[in-house]
T-cell receptor, first 114, second 113 residues
Framework: RKEVEQDPGPFNVPEGATVAFNCTYS??????FFWYRQDCRKEPKLLMS???SGNEDGRFTAQLNRASQYISLLIRDSKLSDSATYLC???????????????FGQGTILTVHP | GAGVSQTPSNKVTEKGKYVELRCDPI?????LYWYRQSLGQGPEFLIY????????DSGLPNDRFFAVRPEGSVSTLKIQRTERGDSAVYLC???????????FGPGTRLLVL
């Protein structure tokens, strides 16, 4: 079983749609959680961190359920510029030798069309 | 300010050759990571440096892979006797001490023929 698993996708949605991505992680010791965005042939960039209380950044809302080891990302009012691959990422981040090591899901491709 | 830079941006080599990939982290970032991303997959961790020392090299796939960071800044990933399966994008990231965010470089696309 992969450490981080995401919806296989791809997602193809019209502008203005709401789209949700889900992700599960297997290591219950994981401490930090993120969504990264990766444009075609570009490097991953941090979209947002994910907290247990849930957090929102404009049209983007992230949720974490530690009991279920489940992370989600909701994008409202999709824009053409949201088209990218979205990577679910976890980190043990518990100090020691593996501090900050990121474990990525395989990514979900989102295409927003006119 | 300047971000993480990686050179070369593309590298084509033949099976069995030796390659070196370079990473220049953001100035002042003490933590440096190497990841490898194959087509259609997320990046996979290779090695983590804290300063000059490799704090965690558990992701290196075998002893053909080696990385150094002799002065705690620039790092070089070295691959001996390259194989076609080594073809991937090699990403470098750096992080400021005490902060969570890793900043990725544009990567080096390695193609082994």
């Amino acid at each position: 079983r992969k450490e981080v698993e995401q919806d296989p996708g791809p997602f193809n949605v019209p502008e203005g749609a709401t789209v949700a991505f889900n992700c599960t992680y297997s290591n219950s010791a994981s401490q930090s959680f993120f969504w990264y965005r990766q444009d075609c042939r570009k490097e991953p960039k941090l979209l947002m961190s994910v907290y247990s209380s849930g957090n929102e950044d404009g049209r983007f809302t992230a949720q974490l359920n530690r009991a279920s080891q489940y992370i989600s990302l909701l994008i409202r009012d999709s824009k053409l510029s949201d088209s990218a691959t979205y990577l679910c990422v976890v980190s043990l981040n518990a100090g020691g030798t593996s501090y900050g090591k990121l474990t990525f899901g395989q990514g979900t491709i989102l295409t927003v069309h006119p | 300010g300047a971000g993480v830079s990686q050179t070369p941006s593309n590298k084509v080599t033949e099976k069995g050759k030796y390659v070196e990939l370079r990473c220049d982290p953001i100035s002042g970032h003490t933590a440096l990571y190497w990841y490898r991303q194959s087509l259609g997959q997320g990046p996979e961790f290779l090695i983590y440096f804290q300063g000059t020392g490799a704090a965690d090299d558990s992701g290196l796939p075998n002893d053909r892979f080696f990385a150094v960071r002799p002065e705690g800044s620039v790092s070089t990933l070295k691959i001996q006797r390259t194989e076609r399966g080594d073809s991937a994008v090699y990403l470098c990231a750096s992080r400021l001490a005490g902060q969570e965010t890793q900043y990725f470089g544009p990567g080096t696309r390695l193609l082994v023929l």
